[in-house]
């Protein structure tokens, strides 16, 4: 009998080096949220922030605010079906893009300096705080970072990008201690 | 590195977050059937490109995906002001006003670093 098993696009893709660690992230429901979005509350169980690269949340669930009208849900403990609202809901948009993403902690005291490698915003604690998230670019492939402590981030890329992605933060990791 | 404001985002963000967009403010004519090849050339493919204050569209790419609209010396290559999409066009006293800034080296809305 066939077996099949899920294909992540991060599997093994762990880097240790010199303060920084790469660890890929589980599996996560993520959504999308575009629109005038109101009521999501309860599907998420936290509120929404009301700020750009503002997140809320806790441990292993967090909503991030990416731009004026849209938010980014990603939460691995409920499944995809739980997080997305009923067919009545008119004033927002809300798209499973659970399979679309995939990310890795990276952490360590050299973590801010491993993202440096190919991030140009300014990721300094002052600049970045615990909570803070954004899209932007490292090197050539888009991601989104979400600060979860002062030494680590949570990266995550669209899962094409993953090999990439993956290579530029192990080029990171390794030239952060030098 | 050229630090933009993103009006959306409220910060200065650098370049590589941002795409330009072309030229800001073009009115898309309301019945292209009726146009000459000419006129219609003339409205898809010419452009002002003058040396100075350019009013341009960007777009916050790797970011908060929005357009945005900015008046941008490109002589210094400094942004002068920027804006958000649909607020109407600087007049030409505001954009007199923005160079005298520069020119005394005080700054406003958007940064050059
Ligand atoms: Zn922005």
């Keep these: ?178 | 590195m050229l630090l933009i404001h993103c009006p959306y985002c409220k910060s200065d963000l650098p370049e590589l977050e941002f795409a330009n967009a072309g030229e800001a403010h073009l009115v898309r004519p309301a019945d292209m059937s009726d146009m000459s090849d000419a006129d219609f050339a003339d409205y898809f493919f010419v452009r002002d490109n003058p040396k100075g204050v350019n009013l341009e569209r960007w777009r916050h790419a790797h970011g908060c995906g929005r357009f945005f609209n900015a008046v941008r010396d490109t002589v210094s290559d400094k942004f002068l002001k920027v804006y958000p999409a649909g607020e109407p066009r600087p007049s030409d006293a505001e954009v007199k006003a923005l160079l005298e800034a520069q020119a005394e080296g005080r700054k406003d809305g958007g940064s050059g670093a």
């Design chain 1, 1 to 178: 009998m066939a077996k099949t098993a899920r294909a992540l696009p991060n599997e093994g893709q762990d880097f240790a080096a010199t303060g920084v660690t790469i660890t890929p992230c589980q599996p996560a429901t993520r959504v999308s949220l575009r629109g005038k979005v109101a009521n999501y509350a309860r599907i998420a169980g936290f509120k929404l922030p009301g700020e750009i690269n503002e997140t809320t949340g806790d441990k292993g669930c967090h909503a991030l605010m990416l731009g004026p009208d849209e938010w980014l849900v990603i939460n691995t403990k409920k499944t995809d079906a739980d997080l997305m609202p009923g067919p009545n809901v008119k004033a927002y948009t809300a798209t499973d893009i659970s399979h679309r993403n995939t990310g890795w902690t990276v952490s360590g005291p050299l973590a801010e300096t491993a993202l440096a490698v190919g991030c140009p915003r300014d990721l300094r604690l002052e600049a970045f705080p615990v909570g803070a998230c954004a899209r932007t670019i490292f090197g050539k492939a888009e991601v989104v970072l979400l600060r979860t402590s002062k030494t680590s981030f949570r990266v995550e890329c669209w899962r094409s990008f993953a090999p990439y992605t993956f290579g530029l933060l192990k080029e990171g990791a390794r030239d952060a201690a030098l």
